[in-house]
């Protein structure tokens, strides 16, 4: 069974600062991994999906990696801002189809 | 462009009342995912489609739950009898599969039914 951690729970951290969101999963077999973001009060928000036969995809000031081999993946956060203050998840495909399974979570705050 | 739509935003109602929730997809989507969110076991699916049929309910905690999508733009999920325990947010999301396998495509949310039973 697929199980998917994040660790911490909460990050605080000053605003510029570069930043790195951890992932690990324990299978993996996986197809791709996906970031989303949820501020409070919404739904979720796809950020960046990383298929398996790729190391690492960019938007913006985002970088997601994965290493599939070591099953871990980190979204990198760089000159950090009030506005990125959110809950960052990650999750991966369980099996052959679209179910995905998610970590429960970085509740991360950029203090001005 | 309209993301997923769900309602209501907000349910309260008292054990044992029928809940239902609803969700239009994106359109053209041809997966539609049910998911439930709580502090404790945070995000969690309850049941996805893939064009209207249903694929894996294997996440319907129990009968009480049952989930329909009679057409590719609209899907409920109801819960009878509804239970204090089934207090959650309610996310549904949809999403194209093009081929391939391991939902190769990004999920868009709506922004939930936080749902209250007394």
């Known amino acids: 069974k697929q199980e998917v951690t994040q660790i911490p729970a909460a990050l605080s951290v000053p605003e510029g600062e570069n930043l790195v969101l951890n992932c690990s999963f324990t299978?993996?077999?996986?197809?791709?991994l996906q970031w989303f973001r949820q501020d409070p009060g919404k739904g979720l928000t796809s950020l960046l999906l990383?298929?398996?036969?790729?190391r690492e995809q960019t938007s913006g000031r985002l970088n997601a990696s994965l290493d599939k081999s070591s099953g871990r993946s980190t979204l990198y956060i760089a000159a950090s801002q009030p506005g990125d203050s959110a809950t960052y998840l990650c999750a991966v495909p369980t099996g052959a189809n679209s179910k995905l399974t998610f970590g429960k979570g970085i509740t991360l705050s950029v203090r001005p | 462009d309209a993301g997923v739509i769900q309602s209501p935003r907000h349910e309260v109602t008292e054990m044992g009342q029928e809940v239902t929730l609803r969700c239009k997809p994106i359109s053209g989507h041809n997966s539609l995912f049910w998911y439930r969110q709580t502090m404790m076991r945070g995000l969690e699916l309850l049941i996805y489609f893939n064009n209207n049929v249903p694929i894996d309910d294997s996440g319907m905690p129990e009968d009480r739950f049952s989930a329909k999508m009679p057409n590719a733009s609209f899907s409920t999920l109801k819960i009878q009898p509804s239970e204090p325990r089934d207090s959650a947010v309610y996310f549904c999301?949809?999403?194209?599969?093009?081929?391939?396998?391991?939902?190769?495509?990004?999920?868009?949310f709506g922004d939930g039914t936080r749902l209250s039973i007394l």
């Open positions: 299978d993996s077999a996986i197809y791709n």
């Open positions: 990383i298929q398996s036969s790729q």
């Open positions: 999301a949809s999403s194209l599969q093009v081929g391939g396998a391991g939902g190769n495509q990004p999920q868009h």
